[in-house]
């Protein structure tokens, strides 16, 4: 196996690795260059600098002198002041440890007490993970807000001189993850997927020798089924939202299924609304991190959502080898660890997600919770073909890629940056401790 995958992918060439080294170089002084600009301009607006040449605001200077938007004028001298509070932020961006868009994120939750913590999580974190490291977490400063966007939840229609009904709408965070779990229900129905003819989205069972293992509930028909190739690629994913060009199928199927107040008991990931609630007191959807845990403890508290608790040590579940397939149990645990998303590292695909035995099963490899991980089609590809490997050593996942980067997770933590390795992927499978799919 580690001799095959070797030549498939063989390292990265003279040249690929002469341009990595510019991208990072350039990288880096882009950051150090927005760093130095912010700076000075946080020096220009605290002395009202911007009255001397007769603007009203440092912000409105920065659009007529720089032909800035007006909203990242506004954003700009936001972040500055910001910088001159934090300086651990601000060195670390100098520095090029951190860019732009994610100090721009940061500095809406940033405090004295905690700005140490979370510019450590800044440069371990990729940017995916770091949302979700501050899901549920107040925001200390809401000034990127829009300044007259609406906070009181409406609903508003308007019949057009043509006969068309326009509308639009603002929802609650849980409501609005309610609203969507209902348009996946009715998008699975509109293609006529119900829970005694699931055959359209679970395909046959693998070969006991093939290396991955897929979810129960994965696209793709069966070999008997009579679908078309078009049929096919159209086929619905239970995971994730509905997808954006089939809004309005799903829309127009959720009004009818209400008008025909159908009993419908279809069961799907992407068709549940979760809340996680964590030891330190947060909570939070995995499909909605950015609702603070204010706006979703009533409903945990009222039992409008079953919530998911997880301990220090996350959940675990155990079906040891006696089934290769993952349950429907542990697929929702595994979602509800993860973030109801692919598990690699920077990846945010939530739709089309497999389940991945890391110590794959031909090998030996049970099918409990523990050996288990999601990852999209995308990401599973990459791993099947020996671009990136995934491996349990003791409690911790590693997460090494072909570039010689590596991640690592202890107890399904988010995933943080490690040291790069040197060598191939698979040099050191000898190990006792280590299993790779």
């Known amino acids: 196996m580690s001799e095959l995958l070797t030549t498939f992918t063989p390292p990265p060439s003279k040249l690929a690795r002469k341009t990595e080294e510019k991208i990072r170089a350039y990288h880096r002084h882009t950051n150090t260059t927005r760093a130095l600009l912010l700076e000075q301009i946080a020096v220009f607006d605290e002395n009202d600098f911007c009255m001397r040449y007769g603007a009203i605001s440092t912000a409105s200077w920065l659009a007529r002198e720089f032909n800035y938007a007006d909203p990242t004028a506004y954003e700009y001298v936001r972040v500055a002041r910001k910088l001159r509070i934090f300086p651990l932020l601000a060195a ?71 006969g068309m009904l326009r509308g639009e709408f603002l929802l609650p965070a849980v409501a609005g993850e309610e609203f969507l779990a209902a348009l996946k229900i009715a998008e699975l129905a509109a293609n006529g997927i119900t829970e005694e003819a699931p055959e359209e989205l679970d395909p046959e069972p693998p070969a006991e020798t093939e290396e991955a293992c897929p979810a129960v509930m994965v696209e793709g028909p069966r070999e008997d089924s009579k679908l078309t190739v078009e049929k096919i690629l159209n086929l619905p994913s239970r995971f994730g939202p509905p997808l954006k060009d089939r809004m309005y199928d799903a829309f127009i199927t959720l009004v009818n299924m209400v008008r025909a107040t159908p009993a419908s008991p279809l069961r799907a990931p992407g068709a549940n609304v979760a809340i996680v609630c964590t030891e330190d007191g947060r909570a939070w959807m995995p499909q909605n991190p950015q609702a603070p845990s204010r706006v979703i403890r009533g409903y945990v508290a009222n039992a409008i959502a079953r919530g998911h608790l997880l301990d220090s040590a996350g959940l675990t579940l155990f079906v040891g080898r006696q089934r290769r397939l993952a349950t429907d149990g542990q697929v929702a645990a595994l979602l509800a660890v993860w973030g109801n998303q692919c598990a690699m590292p920077g990846c945010t695909h939530s739709r089309f997600i497999e389940i991945h035995h890391i110590h794959e099963w031909a090998e030996g490899g049970e099918t409990d919770i523990d050996n288990l991980i999601p990852l999209c089609s995308s990401c599973h590809s990459k791993v099947t073909h020996g671009l990136a490997h995934i491996a349990i050593t003791g409690g911790e996942i590693e997460f090494r890629f072909i570039d010689g980067s590596r991640y690592l997770t202890q107890n399904r933590c988010l995933p943080r940056r490690a040291t790069d390795f040197e060598g191939p992927l698979l040099g050191y499978r000898q190990a006792s401790d280590l299993c790779f799919a």
């Open 92 to 162: 670390a961006f100098k520095e090029g440890r951190i860019d732009y868009t994610t100090v721009r994120y940061l500095v809406r939750y940033l405090t004295e007490e905690n700005e140490a913590e979370l510019v450590e999580l800044a440069t371990t974190l990729c940017h995916a993970e770091l949302k979700l490291a501050l899901a549920g977490a107040d925001p200390e400063d809401n000034s990127e807000d829009e300044d007259n966007a609406p906070d009181t939840p409406y609903l508003r229609t308007h019949t057009r001189e043509d």
